[in-house]
């Protein structure tokens, strides 16, 4: 019997097995009882409590700073799928939602959860900043870095995300890499780290989460990011390039870094040193060819409370905090018996749960009471599908019935939200396992056309091209994980079918 293996990923990853078991009738938070409302742009979502005038600013404002990235980058700036924005009105509010560092809310100003079933962003409006769509900004470009992700080393996500964070935009003009006046007073009143000590810092390193320890982290990155990417030295600009170019080729981040820029990490600690001395912190500006400033449509509504209780119990679901996001799903059940939200929420807690025969009947209810929801689809077929295999994550064919319902679930995900990378892959796995490998071909290809950075896709579509029989275009297919920075699992599942196509 002919079997493929796949891992599923879970979209909302940490959170633990338990049982449904909050009460129904738990009392709403006061944040329930506000007024909420939704202003929606091309490609985004913002739900707040807050200000209406402040709320549409950050709308408009999004959509500025994306088209200005993708102008800037000279490519499309491909949010897949688009992102969802919480805005609480101050710090107060949104503290019960931030995720959870030692048993206490993490020290944020804003968060942002990558998943590949929803982009969160999660700010207050009245930070206490001067600059208080700096939060908004910094969140943002990593998502749309994201095709760096694998290959960037820490100091310098957060550094480039802060050089971006300062976005200013008029006609058809953008400046980024504004000074940072907090990390400037950081930076003045505490030594440097040493370079080799910013280099090891990792999204689980007391520097990176711990207040007393976070601020030179990211003072620094931002200071060292500035230096080299807008700062008074062109052969340090010049350089830049080369150190992208060997991160891109897999070159460890440190060695890449001296060999860039043909230094020694005590000697660029000594220029960084005289930069920040300096003070000249220019800005980066750049002509682009849409203008920035034209107005954007931006349609706003309501909120009712049951709609509420489900985005505020989806944040914290997507944190990884599920009984404490169980409450709100079933108090948003409770109060729209007749909306499906309640049940998809609750759906999405028992696939985090591994309890799938719950999730299935969750998402069939969900859908039975009219979801639009692409997500409610899509999970209702990853579950029925997964129910499928061998409960080793390997499959073979199934009957054209059980096939055919799966395919229509997933296509109607795919035409509720056509950017949605997920349910195009999946969709060619199962052509795939179904033998159809045109069809599962061209899934794969939108796939990776939405998620770039996502490697496991060049697998599926390489067995599909095999299947074909063009084991040229499957070699081309599998060259980037043959790269040292790949990840192991990749490069030898890559290798194992480099080996098949040898035989064809």
């Known amino acids: 019997m002919f079997w493929l293996r796949i891992v599923f990923a879970l979209l909302i990853p940490g959170l633990g097995l338990g049982a449904l078991a909050a009460?129904?009738?738990?009392?709403?938070d006061p944040i329930v009882q506000r007024t909420w409302s939704e202003a929606r742009t091309a490609h985004g979502r913002v739900f707040s409590c807050g200000p209406a005038a402040e709320v549409a600013r950050v709308a408009v404002r999004l959509e500025q700073f994306r088209e200005a990235y993708a102008a800037l980058a000279g490519t499309q700036a491909v949010a897949s799928p688009p992102i969802v924005v919480m805005a609480f009105p101050d710090v107060k509010t949104m503290r019960p939602f931030l995720p959870l560092y030692?048993?206490?809310?993490?020290?944020?100003?804003?968060?942002?959860?990558?998943?590949?079933?929803?982009?969160?962003?999660?700010?207050?409006?009245?930070?206490?900043?001067?600059?208080?769509?700096d939060v908004i900004f910094h969140e943002y470009a990593h998502l749309l870095l994201r095709r760096n992700?694998?290959?960037w080393p820490l100091w310098l996500k957060e550094g480039m995300a802060d050089v971006y964070s300062t976005f200013t935009a008029s006609g058809r003009q953008m400046q980024i890499g504004a000074p940072i006046e907090g990390h400037l007073k950081e930076l003045a009143d505490k030594p440097l780290l040493p370079l080799a000590e910013l280099f090891a810092v990792k999204s689980d390193s007391a520097d990176y989460n711990e207040a007393e320890h976070q601020g030179v982290f990211y003072a620094e990155a931002w200071l060292l990011t500035h230096y080299l990417f807008c700062g008074d030295v062109p052969v340090r600009k010049e350089r830049f390039g080369q150190f992208m170019f060997l991160l891109q080729q897999g070159v460890r981040p440190e060695t890449a870094f001296t060999r860039a820029f043909q230094t020694t990490l005590p000697a660029m600690e000594a220029e960084l040193r005289g930069y920040l001395a300096r003070g000249r912190f220019g800005n980066y500006t750049v002509l682009v060819g849409p203008n920035l400033s034209a107005p954007r449509p931006l349609r706003t509504r309501p909120l009712a409370r049951g709609e509420t209780c489900y985005w505020l119990g989806n944040i914290l679901a997507r944190i990884g905090r599920p009984d404490d996001a169980e409450p709100y799903f079933l108090n948003s059940r409770r109060l729209a018996p007749q909306s499906p939200l309640g049940r998809e929420g609750l759906g999405f807690?028992?696939?985090?749960?591994?309890?799938?025969?719950?999730?299935?009947?969750?998402?069939?209810?969900a859908l039975q009471?009219?979801?639009?929801?692409f997500l409610a689809h899509y999970w209702y077929a990853k579950v029925r599908y997964e129910g499928t295999s061998d409960g080793h994550d390997r499959y073979t064919t199934v009957s054209q019935e059980t096939a055919a319902e799966i395919r229509g679930g997933l296509q109607k995900a795919i035409a509720l939200m056509p950017e949605f990378g997920p349910a195009h892959s999946l969709l060619g796995f199962l052509e795939l396992v179904q033998g159809d490998y045109p069809a599962a071909e061209q899934q794969m290809l939108q796939a990776i056309q939405l998620e770039p950075e996502n490697q496991w896709h060049l697998l599926t579509l390489a067995q599909a091209q095999l299947g074909r029989k063009d084991t040229f275009a499957a070699?081309?297919?599998?060259?980037?994980?043959?790269q040292?920075?790949?990840?192991?699992?990749l490069r030898a599942r890559a290798e194992e079918l480099l080996r098949g196509a040898r035989r064809l």
């Open 23 to 28: 009460p129904e009738g738990t009392e709403m």
């Open 484 to 489: 040292p920075n790949s990840d192991e699992k």
């Open 349 to 365: 807690l028992a696939v985090t749960r591994h309890q799938d025969t719950e999730a299935a009947d969750f998402f069939k209810d």
């Open 369 to 373: 009471h009219g979801s639009t929801n």
């Open 475 to 482: 070699r081309r297919t599998l060259e980037p994980l043959m």
């Open 149 to 151: 992700d694998r290959i």
């Open 102 to 133: 030692h048993g206490a809310p993490a020290n944020l100003a804003g968060f942002f959860k990558r998943g590949t079933d929803e982009n969160l962003i999660v700010l207050s409006l009245s930070g206490g900043s001067e600059r208080p769509l």
